[in-house]
């Protein structure tokens, strides 16, 4: 079973600082995802990986950028956090084989920006 | 673009009860449809998905989804609800490339 793991559950930062967010998966998956969710807004996409080094943005990357230095690590940097980025952030990955292939999420990590 | 509209923001229903929930999506081609639940505290699961062949799907938990390619719909059903099925349901839509499009999510409430 894929396992997709966010380091923290909660987390507070104050307004300017740097905050990073990561997510390590054990599956051998090429691509990762990093995913906001609002209430109302639903899931959107920020940034995605689709190979180590290699990063495409999303829907919604502007106050944000990620690395990925190892295939299974891939980190999303809030370089001067605002408090419009309080919210849900979710990690997910698919293998590279197969279009259609489910994503596999991990549990999520609440931001709160005070 | 491709879209994904799900008109219904908060279901309540009985246990035991039938459940439907809506899904519309928009793609330029042949769509890679997803249903996704997501119990408090946790990140998304998938319940079932849609790329081609019989436009029944069957997934986990007792769900099924249909796909009509006339109304660009593909709703969630399951003909008896538990109590523990209340969580939010998201529709995602996705083709090349992995991108995938979520809806907005139906939160899912169970009275006894």
């Known amino acids: 079973d894929v396992k997709v793991t966010q380091s923290s559950r909660y987390l507070v930062k104050r307004t300017g600082e740097k905050v990073f967010l990561e997510c390590v998966q054990d599956m051998d998956h090429e691509n990762m995802f990093w995913y906001r969710q609002d209430p109302g807004l639903g899931l959107r996409l920020i940034y995605f990986?689709?190979?180590?080094?290699?990063?495409e943005k999303g829907d919604i990357p502007e106050g944000y950028s990620v690395s990925r230095e190892k295939k299974e690590r891939f980190s999303l940097i809030l370089e001067s956090a605002s408090t419009n980025q309080t919210s849900m952030y979710l990690c997910?990955?698919?293998?590279?084989?197969?279009?259609?292939?489910?994503?596999?999420f991990g549990n999520g990590t609440r931001l709160t920006v005070t | 673009a491709q879209s994904v509209t799900q008109p219904d923001i908060h279901i309540t229903v009985s246990e035991g009860a039938s459940l439907e929930l809506r899904c519309n999506y928009s793609?330029?081609?042949?769509?890679?449809l997803f249903w996704y639940v997501q119990s408090p505290g946790q990140g998304l699961q998938l319940l079932l998905k849609y790329f081609s062949g019989d436009t029944l799907v069957q997934g986990i938990k007792g769900f099924e989804a249909e796909f009509k390619r006339s109304q660009s719909s593909f709703n969630l059903r399951k003909p008896s609800v538990h109590w523990s099925d209340a969580a939010e349901y998201f529709c995602a839509v996705g083709g090349g490339y992995q991108k995938v499009t979520f809806g907005t999510g139906t939160k899912l409430q169970v009275i006894p």
């Open positions: 990986s689709y190979d180590v080094k290699m990063k």
């Open positions: 997910a990955t698919t293998p590279s084989a197969g279009l259609g292939s489910p994503l596999h």
């Open positions: 793609y330029g081609a042949t769509p890679y």
